[in-house]
């Protein structure tokens, strides 16, 4: 199998250090002929990526986190370029997904026993995304934590925790030709089940049944954010009374918030915001 590894020398916590000398030792080398990029840039990895297309690569490897899965993933959809990933990051959501190792070692013996699947790939105002993305508290955050110096989970934790003041807004929402208006803390996207280290906002969404998990965190007082959080942490976020979940194919959002985040990629988007699902599109290596 032909194999590209897009290696991001900066995700997460620097797990990734010896990442070079760990696959010359462990990959099954009768199974991959394989050699190794780093990215120097954002969006470095979708050109890499879209390089190992043109290249006839069988597989590309994304070493690093959710941002570096994406931005690969970004070139790879529709292509028959498999996408598969060892986890880096601070989140690593979608490696987790799929019970990728937390441990780069197993990770990387792991994938010597991989297989292809093919999964549903979404998208925002045309901007495509295939984990976990949304609108409201979520992409505030995601816009903080973008610009600080200190990455992991407990930094993401600290500034979730200084920013509970952060209000509900109103959103209007069009689905199946229903239309209603909601106030929500958040409305997140779910192609796969969790934001990262296993806090899953979406605990039975499917990658490839076709519709989009639209988690809707309606307005509650403070006094309940951590029986919240704890439902999330423990993968009970569908049974909390101020969740709704809608499993749709297709959602459409008139709001006066414009900021919304994609696999954890902050982006700024016209209203009305059309969130859909694309089936099968995107060929992945996992467990």
């Known amino acids: ?3 590209k590894f897009i290696i991001n020398p900066i995700a997460g916590t620097g797990k990734q250090i010896d990442i070079t000398n760990q696959i010359k030792r462990l990959i099954d080398k009768n199974k991959f002929n394989f050699d190794l990029d780093f990215t120097q840039r954002p969006n470095h990895a979708t050109e ?19 941002g570096t899965v994406s931005e690969c993933a970004k070139a790879l959809i529709g292509s028959e370029t498999a996408l598969s990933v060892i986890p880096c990051g601070s989140g690593n959501g979608f490696a987790y997904h799929f019970k990728i190792n937390r441990k ?15 999964i549903d790939s979404c998208s925002v105002n045309h901007f ?19 610009s600080t110096e200190k990455r992991g989970f407990l930094s993401y934790i600290k ?49 490839n049944d076709g519709l989009i998990d639209f988690v809707i965190v309606k307005k509650f007082p ?12 423990r993968g009970r976020t569908h049974l909390n009374k101020n969740v709704e979940i809608l499993k749709l194919k ?19 988007v016209n209203s009305p915001i059309n969130i859909k699902i694309s089936e099968k599109k995107l060929k992945i290596f996992v467990p």
């Open 1 to 3: 199998m032909k194999t």
């Open 48 to 66: 890499l990526s879209e390089l190992a297309i043109k290249e006839n690569y069988d597989l590309v490897v994304a070493i690093g986190g959710d």
């Open 104 to 118: 780069i070692e197993d990770a990387i013996v792991q994938l010597n026993n991989h297989q292809i699947k093919y």
């Open 128 to 146: 495509p995304f295939i984990n976990v993305s949304g609108i409201g508290f979520d992409a505030h955050i995601a816009s903080l934590f973008a």
């Open 159 to 207: 500034l979730t925790l200084r920013e509970l003041s952060y209000k509900a807004r109103e959103y209007e929402i069009q689905y199946n030709d229903i239309y209603r208006k909601t106030r929500a803390f958040a409305i997140v996207f779910a192609n796969a089940s969790q934001y990262g280290n296993d806090a899953r906002i979406a605990p039975n969404a499917i990658t």
């Open 222 to 233: 403070n006094w309940k954010i951590p029986f919240f959080v704890l439902d999330v942490l």
């Open 250 to 268: 297709e959602l459409n959002i008139k709001t006066d918030n414009n900021t919304v985040h994609l696999d954890g990629e902050v982006k700024k």
